[in-house]
């Protein structure tokens, strides 16, 4: 290419297109017809999929500091958190380290391709031992003293070890969490000792994730994102029914506002929204349809792995991830693509739509949930909202979430209150 192209070609303004990115075929391209079949009948018949009626939930719920730590201890420490995606942890000897609920915890694939997961703490004084992020190292270094940990946790060396005196250096490994990877992500219960049956906690969630070929992608950007109240969060994924007015610049250019095809999976969903070429494809032979240019699904992992975009070439995957109080949480944003950048161009293209989809999430979803945690504070305390029935998918996120923690009621910790 001369200069003068180059040059055109680089002064081009950047935008958000949704281009397909995933070869769908067999069950995947089953599933995607399906979806594009029940969004042309909503979008025909001027409506989206419902629940039976609205759903009335208090506002204690959002703002008590006893059910926040129900929350935590029954739910969050319990169930197989989702904190990794495979391709994190791209080769053997890689780590992924964060916080979650302060617990600090890091994710390894060992050198032979091994994953683990350890309460990221030295067992000599109990600093940390990983950064936060993502690296590769033959061995964890605490940099503390120097006590050295293979990358399946096993203590392997001390720094001046004839002078500390002897021990049994086998008791002295970082703590295991259980773990599993399956489907493309890793998932990690909080709790050592805790028990980790992925087959019931997905169930057929794991179909779902199966067919987006996750361990397919390719990393290319995280950034922390500060949040409300995890309840509120979560709800924003769930529903397209403030599209057009939150986000009328920005995701509703893309997507049509208040249709959506609604499936549950368990305690996870799948909210499949259509996309604006849909409005043109509805008046044209199924044949010629092409479901990835017409149907944006999110996959919900609960309590909150939102995949969006899994068709795509480009992709988000956002983990809300629970803070320390009721009214915080941070969310891990990553940028995926399905292929290596091949171009200047191309990687420019990406940090826009990273940057773009920061700015939607946080400038337009988050800083208005901060106004919903402000709000529902304001209430009378035994005041409610009310969740239309066209929010399927946050009634359904509430239902779940009552239905696990009356699983694990143990008549201490309070339950969430419900409106009959």
Not at 43 to 60: G, H, L, S
Not at 159 to 188: A, K, N, W
Not at 342 to 361: I, L
Request: glycine fraction near 8%.
């Amino acid at each position: 290419m001369n200069t003068a192209a180059s040059e055109v070609v680089d002064e081009a303004p950047y935008t958000i297109d949704y281009r397909p990115g995933l070869d769908l075929h067999g069950r995947a391209e089953a599933t995607a017809m399906g979806l594009m079949e029940r969004l042309v009948r909503l979008y025909r018949d001027k409506t989206t999929d419902q629940a039976p009626a609205p759903w009335i939930e208090p506002v204690a719920n959002y703002r008590d500091d006893a059910l926040w730590e129900a929350e935590r201890d029954l739910l969050f420490k319990t169930i197989p958190m989702p904190l990794a995606l495979s391709v994190e942890l791209d080769a053997p000897n890689s780590y992924k380290a964060l916080e979650v609920l302060g617990i600090p915890v890091v994710m390894t694939r060992d050198g032979q391709g091994q994953v683990h997961a350890m309460l990221n703490v030295c067992r000599h004084r109990g600093a940390e031992v990983c950064d936060a992020g993502r690296g590769r190292s033959r061995a964890m270094v605490c940099k503390y003293h120097a006590w050295s940990y293979a990358m399946d946790g096993r203590l392997q060396a001390l720094y001046g070890g004839t002078t500390f005196g002897e021990f049994d250096t086998s008791t002295r490994g970082m703590i295991q969490l259980p773990c599993e990877e399956r489907h493309g992500v890793v998932f990690v219960v909080l709790t050592p000792g805790g028990a980790l049956d992925l087959d019931a906690w997905l169930g057929d969630m794991g179909q779902v994730l199966e067919d987006l070929r996750l361990h397919e992608l390719v990393p290319f950007s995280s950034r922390m994102m500060p949040g409300p109240n995890w309840k509120v969060v979560a709800e924003g994924y769930l529903e397209g029914y403030h599209f057009a007015s939150l986000h009328k610049d920005t995701v509703f250019k893309k997507n049509l506002g208040n249709l959506s095809a609604f499936d549950s999976f368990g305690p996870h969903a799948r909210v499949a929204f259509g996309l604006r070429p849909l409005a043109e494809a509805a008046s044209t032979p199924p044949e010629t349809w092409a479901p990835a240019d017409c149907v944006g699904p999110i996959v919900w992992v609960f309590p909150g792995l939102s995949i969006a975009g899994g068709w795509r070439d480009r992709m988000s995957v956002s983990l809300p991830i629970p803070g320390l109080t009721r009214d915080a949480t941070v969310t891990e944003q990553r940028i995926m693509t399905r292929n290596n950048l091949s171009s200047e161009r191309e990687v420019h293209e990406v940090e826009f739509m990273r940057d773009w989809f920061y700015d939607v999430v946080y400038g337009e979803d988050y800083l208005t949930g901060y106004s919903v945690q402000r709000g529902v504070n304001a209430l009378p305390e035994d005041d409610t909202q009310i969740f239309g029935r066209n929010e399927i998918g946050v009634q359904h996120f509430h239902r779940a979430l009552n239905a696990l923690m009356a699983e694990r009621a143990d008549g201490v910790h309070p339950q969430p209150r419900v409106v009959p």
